[in-house]
């Protein structure tokens, strides 16, 4: 179980004690995700969208994590894991994409950094204890120091610290997203064999592997320096976008990731060349998106932060060929 020190923020505590507190439960929820059995059913709800999955995840003792991840709703997917080696079955076309995960934290992983570095941007509530997918709960509230990002209201199980329910909230505390267990055991044996299987039965299936290359943007000539407080980059690639003109060669899209901890940017870099977008902005839920040209390549900004986060993220990139 957590404990007091884990639990309560009152008026009287000192204020190193609280973030250090809260830190050790942000740090407990990510490390609950790899580490513990668990499988359930969770639903991602943005806008009138909603989504089900099916997700059972077991952590052996020397042997990694093991991941089988099911979409319940609309085309059906099915992707498999063994830490970070990922096939996803996608069954109408018989195709199998095999790839590496990039990111750790996908539902119910929450972090990309430390609970510490997370508390510099957001400024925690401890709310409280509830129930949810019929497990007692402990809430917890992070709100930015600044208009830069969203809040973020989260239900962490109270005995093993899995996190149970995720919301992206607006400054008005509305929610924008949530991604939450319908239902949820945790703890207790589950075999790997169907997992491990899986990924072993690939006779049938047309086998994709898209080439995803670490990347120096630098060396590309691109200038990235976001001065949005708390946003730091995480990893660089270049991976293959299919061409719109059937018959011509993929085209290289770069992508830089930055991230505070709860929030990540997403910028891509492309060629102009042979390829249809427009400038302009859009959002789903709490997802941004920002288009913009710069000479011969389209930038295009992707993020679960404000429209304006993203104006200002963009404003900071530059293009110095080398002479």
Request: net charge negative; charged share 25%; glycine share 8%.
């Amino acid at each position: 179980m957590l404990t007091a020190a884990q639990t309560s923020l009152t008026q009287g505590d000192d204020p190193a004690a609280q973030r250090k507190s809260v830190a050790t439960l942000l740090n407990r929820i990510h490390d609950a995700a790899q580490q513990q059995n668990y499988e359930g059913t969770f639903v991602y709800q943005r806008g009138a969208s909603v989504q089900s999955s099916r997700i059972t995840h077991v952590a052996t003792r020397g042997d990694g994590e093991y991941e089988s991840l099911e979409s319940l709703d609309g085309a059906p997917r099915r992707m498999l894991r063994h830490d970070d080696d990922m096939y996803t079955f996608v069954p109408e076309r018989h195709l199998l994409v095999v790839e590496r995960r990039q990111s750790k934290d996908s539902f119910p992983a929450l972090l990309s950094t430390s609970g510490d570095q997370v508390l510099t941007v957001y400024e925690p509530k401890l709310l409280g204890n509830d129930r949810d997918a019929g497990l007692d709960s402990q809430v917890l509230e992070l709100d930015p120091k600044d208009a830069y990002r969203f809040a973020y209201k989260l239900w962490a199980d109270a005995k093993t610290g899995l996190l149970l329910r995720a919301q992206t909230l607006d400054p008005d505390g509305q929610v924008l997203e949530q991604l939450s267990f319908s239902q949820v055991k945790i703890g207790g044996p589950i075999d790997k064999a169907p997992i491990a299987n899986g990924m072993r039965s690939t006779s049938g299936w047309t086998v994709v592997k898209p080439p995803v290359q670490p990347l120096d943007m630098e060396s590309q000539d691109w200038k990235l320096t976001p001065n949005i407080p708390g946003f730091r980059e995480i990893r660089e690639l270049r991976r293959p976008m299919a061409s719109s003109q059937q018959g011509q060669p993929n085209i290289p899209v770069d992508q830089a990731v930055f991230s505070d901890g709860l929030a990540a940017i997403s910028v891509f870099v492309e060629p102009v060349e042979k390829n249809s977008k427009k400038e302009g902005a859009g959002s789903s839920g709490a997802t941004h998106v920002l288009v913009k040209r710069r000479g011969d390549f389209w930038i295009t900004l992707l993020g679960e932060v404000p429209q304006a986060t993203l104006q200002q993220f963009a404003s900071t990139i530059e293009y110095k060929p080398s002479k």
